[in-house]
């Protein structure tokens, strides 16, 4: 069985699920998307879900990233260590039968800290195998957990993650900012006011409540505190990310409404940018690994 003779790829994360069939040319011919994330399931309701995917996309073979193969998942693949290529994923791959493989997430462990990440490394290495990046990379894929990598010849040496997308989520459902955090976020003064005031002279827990403190007394604008207190917090990840030593062009890569607030904070640091779309580069990095299978 050829695997580029058409398969299905699933992105299959924690809150949702997206599946694309692949055809003969390696393009995508046909996609969709919904809420049966991981966390949706039980453990014996998986195999019905996979039947599912075959049911709406074509009986096809299927090439599963991302949530499913956590301990919380489908069937648990476990971490590639770094130093980690598309080699790596694809001799680890965890085979619930000749029609079903499993891309393992990667591992850091070393400077005193650890490390974990499903998913992303399909997108981040994709594009490098695609040829989208320089192999010597510093990526940014902001996200829930946003993660820093960076890439040597093409493979990932070393990354962090900073869980930045849950903490706005967190303070906008459970905290005094909430009703602040309801309007829309965008790449404007105020968010790169809060970028740069972030990157180079932050107090960030004191700074927060300072944003409230500001609406009340009149001195800023309730509608700006939602960008404002985003600046502050990507302000924050964009110096955590930036500490790690490169000079490389620094890609971006995701959703383009998370990818446009980075891009706008880094860009204040005067450092360059290369913005990906997630999904096309998940498909160059599935597609690569369907090569190898």
């Given at each position: 069985m050829a695997w580029t003779d058409g398969f299905i790829a699933v992105d299959w994360g924690t809150t949702n699920r997206r599946a694309y069939r692949i055809d003969k040319s390696g393009k995508c011919a046909d996609r969709f998307e919904d809420d049966k994330g991981v966390l949706s399931l039980s453990s014996a309701e998986f195999p019905d879900a996979v039947a599912e995917i075959r049911k709406r996309l074509d009986d096809l073979p299927l090439l599963l990233a991302g949530m499913v193969g956590s301990n919380r998942g489908w069937i648990e693949?476990?971490?590639?260590?770094?130093?980690?290529?598309?080699?790596?994923?694809?001799?680890?791959?965890?085979?619930?039968?000749?029609?079903?493989?499993?891309?393992?997430?990667?591992?850091?462990?070393?400077?005193?800290?650890?490390?974990?990440?499903?998913?992303?490394?399909?997108?981040?290495?994709?594009?490098?195998?695609?040829?989208?990046?320089?192999?010597?990379?510093?990526?940014?894929?902001?996200?829930?957990?946003?993660?820093?990598?960076?890439?040597?010849?093409?493979?990932?040496?070393?990354?962090?993650?900073?869980?930045?997308?849950?903490?706005?989520?967190?303070?906008?459902?459970?905290?005094?900012?909430?009703?602040?955090?309801?309007?829309?976020?965008?790449?404007?003064?105020?968010?790169?006011?809060?970028?740069?005031?972030?990157?180079?002279?932050?107090?960030?827990?004191?700074?927060?409540?300072?944003?409230?403190?500001?609406?009340?007394?009149?001195?800023?604008?309730?509608?700006?505190?939602?960008?404002?207190?985003?600046?502050?917090?990507?302000?924050?990840?964009?110096?955590?990310g930036l500490a790690t030593p490169s000079r490389a062009v620094i890609t971006v890569i995701g959703r383009p409404d998370l990818t446009g607030l980075y891009a706008a904070a880094i860009a204040e640091t005067g450092r360059e940018t290369i913005v990906l779309d997630g999904e096309q580069c998940f498909l160059d990095g599935i597609l690569e690994i369907a090569k190898r299978i």
């Amino acid at each position: 069985m050829a695997w580029t003779d058409g398969f299905i790829a699933v992105d299959w994360g924690t809150t949702n699920r997206r599946a694309y069939r692949i055809d003969k040319s390696g393009k995508c011919a046909d996609r969709f998307e919904d809420d049966k994330g991981v966390l949706s399931l039980s453990s014996a309701e998986f195999p019905d879900a996979v039947a599912e995917i075959r049911k709406r996309l074509d009986d096809l073979p299927l090439l599963l990233a991302g949530m499913v193969g956590s301990n919380r998942g489908w069937i648990e693949a476990p971490y590639v260590p770094c130093p980690a290529g598309i080699d790596d994923l694809v001799t680890a791959l965890v085979r619930p039968s000749e029609r079903e493989a499993i891309v393992p997430g990667v591992s850091f462990i070393g400077d005193g800290r650890a490390d974990v990440m499903r998913g992303e490394e399909v997108q981040l290495l994709g594009a490098a195998a695609a040829g989208k990046i320089d192999p010597d990379s510093l990526v940014c894929h902001p996200g829930t957990h946003n993660k820093w990598a960076l890439l040597h010849g093409g493979r990932m040496h070393d990354f962090r993650t900073v869980m930045t997308g849950e903490l706005f989520s967190l303070l906008k459902a459970h905290s005094i900012l909430g009703d602040l955090l309801q309007g829309v976020v965008e790449p404007n003064a105020a968010f790169k006011q809060a970028a740069r005031h972030a990157i180079y002279d932050e107090k960030l827990p004191s700074d927060l409540f300072g944003v409230r403190a500001s609406v009340l007394l009149g001195r800023s604008k309730k509608e700006e505190a939602a960008s404002y207190i985003s600046g502050l917090l990507i302000g924050t990840d964009v110096r955590i990310g930036l500490a790690t030593p490169s000079r490389a062009v620094i890609t971006v890569i995701g959703r383009p409404d998370l990818t446009g607030l980075y891009a706008a904070a880094i860009a204040e640091t005067g450092r360059e940018t290369i913005v990906l779309d997630g999904e096309q580069c998940f498909l160059d990095g599935i597609l690569e690994i369907a090569k190898r299978i």
